[in-house]
């Protein structure tokens, strides 16, 4: 393998041999983890081809990667893992007289269904991962999604196919052959030979996937060679590029759900209602929402569901709206049941997002037990479906198991996460016997083990009981042809490996599991459980999404949180990466993390990657030196307060070019990065020396000002507005007795034991004010964030944090929700607003909207998530490209749209700091939203003050 290694990087120095990479490839979406010896991401059809010949000769296996979603473990594999996502990845024509689309194998589906919605046309098959998976790999694992029983499967839009075989020759592949007179001969042949096999044994449903789709080459099907390797899963040959047939998109569309006591009872109605012209029929049960409602933060759409304990998502189309709304009506009467029918764009996209995330949400029941894919795609013919499901479940209360379910209900097949015990060599045992019995039931039931997805390692070696042996010497037969030296993708369908070898989960995984300094309260304390949450459904590569701002500036899956999540996997195994705590490999992943907190709450089951970087750096530097930039970023709060005693000191070397930049060196920070000047006096001075205009019994009460570092001594602005809009409100303005920090510098930093300490050492001050009942507002949204909830992982047996939660608000949540006198007029302007990332993985800036939107103020929100500077992150060496790249992914284009005059809000000091580091011209100062509410009083109204 060394030998194959050091030839490859010999002739493309681009792959990737590093243990971080390869630590990152390990699994998929499915239970299965194999390490791969390279990782290369091909630029072009030249470089595919020198790839594949090199590990031919070597006779090291290939597997092909496009999204990496695949639940059946069809795109792990131990030699050369080519991965088609981050480079070929372009729309090479799409003809919208023709209806099709030629693309590369590294295409997201959820840009070309973008691009081709601009000529009225979609992709039939869709995906609940279309926002992150590839055409090459729905090629390969024949995918089909929610509309596949109106507008068909991959194999039915696949028109023409370019290949790669393992020798080197490059074919093209469509209806009647596949460019090559021999290949074909032999595939005549073997159609002939297993003709009646053929024709009994395949196509008896639309969702029967499993093993090769050898009924395509029928002559009533019109030999369609490319079809036939639908599904193929990367063993007979390489897909290079593929032409697909579009669809017409519907003039209009509505949603029906409908509600039903049971999943068998609207397993039963699914049928009627894919003859009656539905263009989905998809269920969910009971289970999978109460796992939703279990999640931490906001899951919009669940009021929204009709009564019931099983659910059927009905698009409906029609001439219209009002022709859609009208059959939709007549479905729901055909049902019986509980129904509602929305064309409201906001709520049918919060629904469909219930039943999209389900593959990742059922990855935690209710209860937080971990539930896995091993019996995932399973599909029956639909009106066997009630009778199938019902067996199923008294197999799982055989075997004590629980799951999920959601399912294109319509055609009859099921998504099952079920809560087997893969962790020790009985539950192993156990997931053996019940696979086996599963395979034998659906069987039983005239189905299958796959009904999309492929077979991979989960299912291909049930193929032997679903189907006779003269069928699977056809399937030998097929893979022989093309791919006769078996480097291809080996031991699926064909050989199979066995459905319980290379667990991830399995026996003895975790060898490094050593005391933590935070409460994982939802882990049972442990990393390795934390970071087993990732299902590597690849949400984090979703580019609609905030998550993984790094990943979405590099394409790197190293710096995806699933790529992460694996490393970390591999550290905790001790196997591949033995280093533990001090393992580079692990330090070089997280690096580029922003510890942003988006994974917190758009990751269907809450990986939180900032929590497990902080507690990595701790443990990774303890008696070790650390990076210069964490002391200096990590002690700010200690030298912001020196540095307050001469602020004009400090001001007039960090103006000259060349003092800042031997400060820059001295700190080790990112020389590119101007550094901050300090205000003339801090925030506490200016609140001790103002003469306060409010009464001393104030109507509103007292609240608490919480003066985080970078509001004390750096931005006093915010904190100064602030002050004078709540004693606008009525309210009394105190602060903690003595200086406080939340410790967030130390903590992102990783010097746990210092921000706890800190930390401790703040919440003392506020207990009084918390025994009173006083509400703590903070000005700064992360320190915010870190007082409502990193505080409870750090102090989890304080009293007093335990309150935090409930006592702790936002400005804008306490002026959006203040019942007294309104004092404020209206502005009658625009605004674009930088919601602050940590914000928005708890409880979201609709208060600042909501504010904005009474002062009359029209706001652009920027929703692509973190700005790029991320506290400290911006200033740490080696981050400046990934900070900037993060900003321009919306922030910066948006400041350089918004007309001149608009307001720029940001509430969040490092927000501010990279609008005013972001050379975009003509724009205002960014400012906090206390700020912009100071404008909105009438003059004199804020009281008289000294010196704001």
């Known amino acids: 393998m060394n030998d194959f290694a050091r030839h490859l990087c010999s002739r493309l120095p681009t792959a990737r041999i590093d243990l971080t990479t390869r630590a990152a490839y390990t699994s998929d979406a499915s239970i299965y983890r194999a390490m791969p010896a390279a990782v290369f991401e091909p630029r072009d059809t030249t470089e595919v081809v020198t790839a594949v010949r090199i590990a031919a000769e070597h006779g090291v296996a290939v597997t092909c990667r496009g999204g990496g979603t695949s639940v059946a473990g069809n795109a792990v594999g131990t030699g050369l893992v080519l991965d088609f996502s981050r480079h070929m990845n372009r729309i090479i024509e799409l003809d919208p007289d023709g209806a099709t689309a030629t693309v590369e194998p590294g295409v997201v589906l959820g840009a070309l269904r973008q691009h081709a919605a601009t000529h009225g046309l979609t992709v039939g098959p869709d995906p609940s991962t279309y926002s992150r998976c590839t055409v090459g790999g729905m090629v390969g694992n024949h995918a089909c999604g929610p509309h596949s029983v109106a507008w068909g499967t991959t194999a039915d839009i696949t028109d023409r196919l370019e290949l790669l075989l393992a020798d080197g020759r490059v074919l093209s592949a469509t209806r009647g052959g596949s460019g090559d007179a021999n290949i074909d001969l032999r595939l005549r042949q073997l159609r002939d030979r297993y003709l009646a096999a053929l024709r009994t044994e395949l196509g008896r449903f639309t969702r029967q996937v499993s093993g090769y789709n050898l009924d395509a080459l029928l002559p009533e099907k019109g030999f369609h060679v490319a079809r036939s390797l639908v599904g193929s899963e990367g063993t007979c040959a390489v897909v290079l590029g593929a032409r697909l047939r579009l669809t017409r998109v519907p003039p209009a569309r509505v949603l029906l759900v409908l509600g039903f006591p049971d999943v068998y009872a609207a397993a039963e109605c699914a049928p009627m209602l894919a003859k009656a012209g539905a263009l989905t029929v998809e269920g969910l049960d009971a289970p999978l929402v109460e796992a939703l409602r279990s999640r931490p933060g906001r899951a919009p759409g669940l009021e929204l569901l009709p009564s019931g304990r099983a659910w059927l998502y009905c698009e409906v189309q029609g001439a219209n709206d009002a022709a859609a709304v009208s059959d939709a009506r007549r479905l729901a009467r055909q049902a019986g049941v509980p129904g509602r029918v929305t064309t409201d764009p906001g709520q049918i996209a919060a629904l469909w997002a219930i039943r999209r995330n389900g593959a990742g949400t059922a990855t935690r029941m209710a209860d937080?037990?971990?539930?896995?894919?091993?019996?995932?795609?399973?599909?029956?013919?639909?009106?066997?479906?009630?009778?199938?499901?019902?067996?199923?479940?008294?197999?799982?209360?055989?075997?004590?198991?629980?799951?999920t379910i959601t399912g294109h209900f319509g055609e009859g097949c099921l998504h099952v996460r079920i809560d087997w015990d893969l962790e020790s060599k009985h539950g192993m045992a156990s997931y053996r016997n019940f696979i086996a019995a599963a395979g034998e039931?659906?069987?039983?039931?005239?189905?299958?083990?796959?009904?999309?997805?492929?077979?991979g390692r989960a299912r291909s070696e049930l193929l032997a009981r679903t189907y006779s042996p003269e069928l699977l010497g056809a399937f030998a037969a097929f893979k022989n042809i093309w791919d006769p030296a078996g480097v291809l993708n080996p031991g699926i369908i064909v050989n199979p490996v066995p459905f319980d070898a290379d667990i991830r989960p399995g026996p003895g995984r975790d060898r490094l599991e050593l005391p933590l300094v935070q409460r994982l309260h939802a882990d049972s304390d442990s990393l390795a459980r934390a970071v087993q949450r990732c299902s590597g459904v690849g949400s984090c590569r979703d580019a609609s999404g905030t998550m993984c701002p790094s990943y979405q500036a590099t394409k790197d899956e190293v710096h995806s949180t699933r790529g992460r999540a694996r490393v970390l996997s591999e550290m905790l195994r001790g196997e591949t990466l033995p280093d533990g705590w001090r393992s580079k490999q692990?330090?070089?992943?997280?690096?580029?993390?922003?510890?942003c907190q988006a994974c917190k709450s758009e990751c269907s089951v809450n990986v939180d990657m900032a929590t497990y970087k902080a507690e990595f750096l701790h443990h990774h530097y303890r008696f070790r030196l650390r990076p210069r930039a964490h002391y200096t970023l990590g002690w700010l709060p200690v030298l912001a307060r020196i540095a307050s005693v001469a602020p004009r000191m400090l001001n007039w070397l960090t103006s000259r070019p060349t003092p800042s930049r031997w400060l820059s060196v001295v700190a080790g920070l990112e020389p590119r990065r101007p550094l901050i000047s300090l205000p003339p006096q801090t925030f506490r001075r200016w609140f001790a020396r103002r003469t306060r205009s409010r009464a001393s019994a104030p109507e509103s009460g007292t609240v608490v000002l919480w003066p985080d570092t970078f509001s004390n001594f750096l931005d006093p602005a915010g904190a100064q507005a602030a002050t004078q809009v709540l004693e606008a409100l009525g309210y009394r303005v105190a602060l903690p007795d003595g200086p406080v920090c939340c410790g967030l510098t130390w903590y992102s930093t990783g010097q746990l034991k210092v921000a706890r300490e800190v930390l401790a050492r703040s919440v003392r001050s506020l207990e009084g004010h918390l025994r009173a009942g006083r509400t703590i507002i903070g000005v700064e949204p992360s320190c915010t964030q870190a007082l409502r909830e990193t505080a409870a992982q750090l102090l989890p047996d304080s009293a007093a944090v335990r309150s935090l939660p409930n006592q702790v608000r936002t400005l804008a949540e306490v002026v959006a929700g203040h019942q007294g006198p309104w004092p404020f007029g209206r502005l009658n302007g625009s605004a674009v607003l930088q919601p602050h990332c940590h914000q928005e993985a708890g409880h979201g800036h609709r208060p600042e909207t909501d504010v904005l939107a009474r002062l009359g103020v029209a706001v652009d929100v920027v929703r692509t998530g973190c700005c790029g500077m991320a506290g400290n992150f911006g200033y740490e060496p080696g981050h400046w490209e990934v900070s900037r790249a993060a900003a321009e992914r919306g922030l910066f284009p948006t400041l350089r749209a918004a007309s001149p005059g608009t307001a720029v809000l940001a509430n969040g000091f490092?927000?501010?700091?990279?609008?005013?580091?972001?050379?975009?011209?003509?724009?205002?100062?960014?400012?906090?939203?206390?700020?912009?509410?100071?404008?909105?009083?009438?003059s004199g109204s804020s009281g008289a003050h000294n010196g704001s």
């Open 368 to 403: 937080g037990r971990a539930a896995w894919p091993g019996w995932e795609d399973s599909a029956v013919p639909p009106k066997r479906l009630a009778s199938y499901l019902r067996d199923l479940h008294f197999l799982m209360d055989e075997h004590g198991c629980n799951g």
């Open 441 to 455: 039931l659906v069987v039983a039931h005239g189905g299958c083990a796959s009904g999309e997805h492929g077979d």
């Open 586 to 595: 692990v330090r070089d992943a997280l690096d580029l993390c922003l510890a």
């Open 910 to 938: 490092s927000c501010r700091t990279q609008i005013g580091q972001s050379g975009v011209r003509d724009i205002r100062r960014a400012e906090h939203l206390a700020q912009l509410l100071l404008r909105a009083l009438p």
